[in-house]
Structures are given as structure tokens and as C-alpha cells.
């Protein structure tokens, strides 16, 4: 058998293999660093929404609190739920009909749930 020569590598095709190997990377890193990308942005913007909503809430409160400590505030918690009356306001407490009885408002009496029988025998058998 003749010998014969061991392949030549040809230094042209081995550049041009490792130049398309070197883009293949570079697109690869471009890509991760695209979607992390997108993924900060959709972050981002949903920080800046509850920033905002965390800024009308305070800004809401504020005004609550400017509210109740202000003159009309005091007088309508006086007036509805302080029963306080101003000078001059005459205060009407109702009455009933002489002679008539109050009225009554029945309660409604709980309707009692009733238990799973392995409960009623647990008790019967185990509790005094």
C-alpha cells in the first residue's frame, strides 16, 4: 500500500469555521442580553405603576387628614355622631304615642347546625 499523505488543514476553512463560530457566540450573548433587556423593562414599568399608585394613595391620605382636622369635619361629627347641638338649634327627641307600647324587634334565634354522627358518638363514648 502506498502511503499517503495526511490531510493538509487547510488554513482558510479553519478561519472561516471559527469566524462563523465567533458570530454564532456573539448573536447567542446578544440574544440573552435582548431578553434580559425586556425582562428589566416589564420590571420597570411595573415599579413605576405602584409608584404612582403609592403616590395617589398618600395624597389621598394627606387630604383625609387635612379634612378631619378642619372646622367643617369637626362640626359634622359633632352634629352626627357626637349628638352635639349648636346655641339656638333646638334638639327634637322623638316620643311614642301615649298609651302606645314600644315597639319590639324579634332577634332571630340561631338555627343550630347539626353534627356528623361519628361526633355525636365520639362525645357519647369519650367526653363526659
Excluded at 442580553?33 to 409608584?51: G, I, Y
Amino acid at each position: 500500500m502506498p502511503m499517503t499523505n495526511p490531510p493538509i488543514i487547510n488554513v482558510r476553512r479553519a478561519v472561516i469555521f471559527a469566524g462563523i463560530f465567533f458570530l454564532i457566540l456573539l448573536v447567542i450573548e446578544f440574544n440573552t442580553r435582548l431578553e434580559e433587556f425586556n425582562r428589566l423593562s416589564a420590571q420597570r414599568e411595573t415599579v413605576k405603576l405602584q409608584a404612582t399608585e403609592a403616590a395617589q394613595t398618600q395624597t389621598a391620605l394627606q387630604t383625609q387628614v387635612a379634612y378631619a382636622g378642619s372646622d367643617p369635619a369637626v362640626e359634622e361629627w359633632a352634629r352626627t355622631e357626637g349628638h352635639y347641638v349648636l346655641e339656638g338649634d333646638q334638639p327634637v327627641v322623638p316620643l311614642g304615642q301615649p298609651g302606645s307600647e314600644p315597639v319590639v324587634v324579634p332577634t332571630a334565634t340561631p338555627i343550630p347546625t347539626p353534627l356528623p354522627n361519628w361526633q355525636i358518638w365520639w362525645k357519647l363514648f369519650f367526653e363526659n
